[in-house]
């Protein structure tokens, strides 16, 4: 179908001048066609374009009319004086169908150019997503179209686009540490869980884990803005370099501390610390660092709080040392790893 073939129809169909055949032809195109799909649905928002005729007549009218309006401009206007083209009635007829006639083009003309800007300007392309999934015992480190460096940790899962084009947003599950390439046109979004973390170019850790409710985010270097993914940005808080700020499911961003920022960025070098931490957040740590699975028979030890700083070294060392810490019994039987309450 040729463009200006393509464009009447979209008008028909905008105006409700659509046969039952055109329509079946408008809905088969935009099961096949996403940006027809989308200009659509921005026409019927944007713009108001209503016909109190039929299109095709229109459309004959605006051909025939100009073209009756240029034999009329080679034969009768010639040698006429300008005067005389308003003087005689014939003339003023001439004139009036012409208006009609550009009025009419004037509309269409509006529609092409709504065609066109809607679907070169303001339909932007989608981005391809990836999906990248850290195997335990992994490490990964990514490389972004926009120069942007990314390190996850095992057990982590990131979507991100191939390419950037309007937005710079990747989406998080677990642990990362970004270096983001400066953009001040293009803000870098992380949306980690119920959290959003907007930057324009820095370095900063991000701890969004399942057994946590809370994202935790640490900054190296810049400054980011941390808020909820349900709330309005002017409620973000902003952490500085050496900072520190988590955000709970249903709260606000804490107020950020000064902290050790290596301390939190040690777990790139297989080491890390908890502070005040649940003893299930520990073992999925463990669970993601070496692929050991755990089985636990007593729950009220998940609950139990510790601080420890762990290396990855070997499992037995790490274990006995849990099992001080919990006043538990610790054996491993395959990839299992029992924990008993003693009796």
């Known amino acids: 179908m040729e463009e200006k073939d393509r464009l009447k129809l979209v008008v028909r169909y905008l105006s409700g001048e659509c046969d ?12 096949t066609d996403r940006q027809l799909c989308q200009l659509l649905k921005a026409l019927q928002v ?7 005729e039929d299109i095709d007549i229109a459309w004959q009218r605006v051909k025939n009319g100009m073209e009756k309006v ?27 169908r012409t208006l009609q006639f550009a009025s009419i083009f004037l509309v269409l003309s509006v529609a092409a150019w709504s065609f066109k800007f809607f679907r070169h300007h303001l339909i932007a392309p989608q981005p391809d997503y990836q999906v990248i999934t850290v195997e335990n015992g992994q490490r990964t480190h990514l490389n972004l179209s926009d120069g942007t460096h990314i390190v996850l940790d095992a057990g982590s899962t990131l979507r991100y686009p191939q390419r950037f084009y309007n937005l710079r947003e990747v989406f998080l599950q677990g642990e990362a540490y970004f270096e983001v390439a400066h953009n001040q046109h293009k803000p870098f979004c992380v949306h980690a869980n119920h959290a959003t973390i907007r930057v324009l170019g820095t370095r900063f850790n991000v701890r969004a884990w ?5 994202v935790a985010v640490t900054v190296a270097e810049g400054r980011v803005a941390l808020s909820s993914s349900n709330e309005a940005a002017q409620k973000a808080v902003v952490i500085p370099k050496g900072y520190f700020s988590s955000l709970t499911e249903e709260g606000t961003p804490t107020t950020p501390v000064a902290v050790d920022v290596e301390s939190h960025l040690r777990w790139r070098y297989n080491e890390i610390r908890f502070k005040d931490a649940s003893v299930e957040e520990v073992m999925a740590q463990l669970q993601r660092w070496y692929d050991y699975q755990f089985d636990v028979d007593d729950r009220s030890v998940l609950k139990q709080r510790m601080t420890v700083h762990i290396q990855m070294t070997n499992i037995d060392d790490v274990l006995e040392l849990i099992s001080i810490l919990t006043d538990t019994k610790i054996t491993k039987d395959g990839k299992t790893i029992k924990i008993r309450a003693k009796k």
Request: proline residues 4%; without cysteine; positive net charge.
């Open 210 to 214: 399942k057994e946590n409710p809370a």
């Open 20 to 31: 039952d055949e055109e329509k079946k032809t408008i809905y088969q195109s935009i099961q």
């Open 46 to 52: 944007k713009e108001n374009i209503v016909f109190t």
């Open 70 to 96: 240029s034999a009329e401009k080679r034969f009768r206007f010639a040698g006429l004086a300008f005067g005389e083209l308003f003087s005689r009635p014939w003339r003023a007829v001439t004139v009036r």
